[in-house]
DNA sequence: CGAATTGA
DNA sequence: TCAATTCGG
């Protein structure tokens, strides 16, 4: 999940009119992620085709996708590429935890008690190579672009809007900011409520985070960010430091002149395996590469049969999202016309 | 999560 | 008509 900046920092909240006509590297991994935790029957158990495939994330993309082109937004999706080793050690307990939420949520289904079952099996989501496969395949029929990154998604995704090819990152992960993301947008969704765990509902807006914006308000540089997430914990120190939060990093950067010394400090403990300075390292250096992409006319043959061929959508809400996809490129299209 | 349906 | 609930795969 990484760094946790949302107490000491102020979004700005907009609508998706702000993002009108703003290109937006979407965190694939994030996003797919999201959809398969959430989008589940109420014991827990995803949506699945007739053959077991999970589909959840697919309902999740389609969706999604359709809402952000008609409202006049683009979507590029960014995956993520090959793990890097920093990640290794924390890819292995990820996937022990995942197990065990995994046995626990099928003996708490067993046992009929349905909605411990539910946060269980939120737990132990899990993406398969064949689901990013059938992902893939489903955004190339619908025209829309996606980069595999060298490594991390995020990274590329940060580096892409430093480039200017894209307005923002579109994902729920701080540490795109780290990364250098200049901007952020989180809750890129339609929906404005949000389920609270003691059952209550709770407001979300959707939120756009300047990084510049970011640094005034904490009175830092950029690299100090990035010390104060080390601090509190990224994907490469999951559990940070002990005893060290958000407002005590804060403090703490704003002493220090050098990374070095500020590693020498009495609360600071050091206990991943991880050598601090190479996650530094990793954020001020990540892989990332200069990537084309473009967006083409969605195949609504090949989007039928992905979704319904394959699997098993019905086919009349699959035909009534092609008619919002339809009236959304249009509307684009006469949009653009009036410019010439 | 987002679409479809329900019900006040 | 619209908020709440259920369905989707």
């Not at 946060?119 to 395949?137: C, N, R, V, W, Y």
């Not at 701080?174 to 339609?190: E, I, P, Y």
């Not at 969605?298 to 049969?305: Q, S, Y």
């Amino acid at each position: 999940m990484g760094v946790d900046l949302g107490e000491l920092v102020e979004p700005e909240e907009i609508s998706f009119a702000d993002l009108n006509d703003k290109v937006i590297a979407v965190d694939a991994m994030n996003t797919m992620y999201q959809f398969l935790s959430i989008i589940r029957q109420r014991d827990g158990t995803p949506l699945k085709d007739s053959d077991g495939n999970t589909t959840s994330h697919l309902s999740g993309l389609f969706y999604r996708s359709i809402n952000l082109l008609e409202k006049n937004i683009r979507p590029v999706y960014v995956f993520d590429g090959k793990p890097p080793q920093l990640k290794a050690k924390e890819a292995k307990e990820r996937r022990k935890k995942r197990e065990e939420a995994r046995e626990e949520w099928e003996k708490l289904k067993e046992e009929g008690k349905i909605s411990e079952a539910y946060s269980k099996a939120t737990q132990s989501s899990k993406l398969t190579g064949d689901m990013i496969e059938e992902a893939q395949k489903l955004l190339d029929a619908m025209g829309l672009p996606y980069i595999v990154a060298e490594s991390e998604g995020e990274a590329q995704a940060a580096y892409m809007v430093q480039k200017g090819s894209v307005y923002a990152v579109g994902s729920q992960d701080w540490d795109c900011l780290l990364f250098g993301a200049d901007v952020m947008v989180r809750n890129l969704t339609s929906r404005k409520t949000r389920k609270t765990s003691g059952g209550g509902r709770k407001e979300v807006s959707t939120e756009k985070i300047d990084l510049e914006s970011v640094l005034d308000q904490l009175d830092i540089s950029h690299e100090k960010l990035q010390w104060l997430g080390i601090l509190v914990g990224t994907d490469f120190n999951p559990d940070g430091i002990y005893g060290i939060g958000p407002k005590t990093a804060l403090e703490l950067v704003k002493q220090y002149d050098s990374f070095d010394d500020l590693m020498e400090d009495d609360k600071v403990e050091w206990e991943s395996d991880n050598d601090p300075d190479k996650i530094l390292d990793f954020f001020q250096n990540p892989p990332v590469e200069d990537t084309d992409f473009e967006f083409e006319s969605p195949d609504k043959e090949e989007i039928r049969n992905v979704l319904i061929e394959q699997h098993d959508f019905s086919e009349k809400r699959v035909n009534s999202g092609l008619e919002k996809l339809d009236t959304a490129l249009e509307s684009r299209q006469s949009g653009l016309d009036s410019f010439t």
